[in-house]
T-cell receptor
């Protein structure tokens, strides 16, 4: 299995631009999570989906952030418009819903820099 | 709101020594996870602890869970340089299914030769 695949690995953009991060979860995993990691705030859960349905988006910082999961094998996290304070590493993770001992499997992350 | 606190946040130790990282959490939970992250890399799952008194060991690392005390420990035995990394504990605060994990801030561990 290729694991959770995220793209791009790095993204540098100017303030005000739209940014789209992409994630392909592990095949067969029913839950997908978006996390953001910064030095100051650590790892923060932004949103998660079960069976493609958003369950909890209370961690999404502002209306500028939106996430979709149109099918079981793809999710996007969009920031529009982006701001310098959005600079962080964004991780996508997937897990089996029915696996009580199933940890989250993380992708390699997207390092976002907004100038 | 679930809070997860790790202690210490930074640890520098010498090879061959033993040490323990502590993870306290603020709400009832019987599922706790430990992850390792190398610089610039993703998070790698180390242990899943599912019940009170659970103990798991992998090589020089041993993790335990005390749900009554809301405490988990990660013990390092005879540390080696390859164990240098940041270690996170994470707690799931609701039962059933796979819900989002709340992570501690991580313990940055440096093991010197």
């Amino acid at each position: 299995d290729a694991g959770v695949i995220q793209s791009p690995r790095h993204e540098v953009t100017e303030m005000g631009q739209e940014v789209t991060l992409r994630c392909k979860p592990i095949s067969g995993h029913n839950s997908l999570f978006w996390y953001r990691q910064t030095m100051m705030r650590g790892l923060e859960l932004l949103i998660y989906f079960n069976n493609n349905v958003p369950i909890d988006d209370s961690g999404m910082p502002e209306d500028r952030f939106s996430a979709k999961m149109p099918n079981a094998s793809f999710s996007t996290l969009k920031i529009q418009p982006s701001e310098p304070r959005d600079s962080a590493v964004y991780f996508c993770a997937s897990s089996e819903v029915t696996g009580w001992n199933s940890p989250l499997h993380f992708g390699n992350g997207t390092r976002l820099t907004v100038t | 709101e679930l809070k997860v606190e790790q202690n210490p946040l930074f640890l520098s130790m010498q090879e061959g020594k033993n040490y323990t990282i502590y993870c306290n959490y603020s709400t009832t939970s019987d599922r706790l996870y430990w992850y390792r992250q190398d610089p610039g890399k993703s998070l790698e799952s180390l242990f899943v602890l599912l019940s009170n008194g659970a103990v798991k060991q992998e090589g020089r690392l041993m993790a335990s869970l005390d749900t009554k005390a809301r405490l988990s420990t990660l013990h390092i035995t005879a540390a080696v340089h390859d164990l240098s990394a940041t270690y996170f504990c994470a707690v799931e605060d609701s039962g059933g299914g796979a819900d989002g994990l709340t992570f501690g801030k991580g313990t940055h561990l440096i093991i010197q030769p």
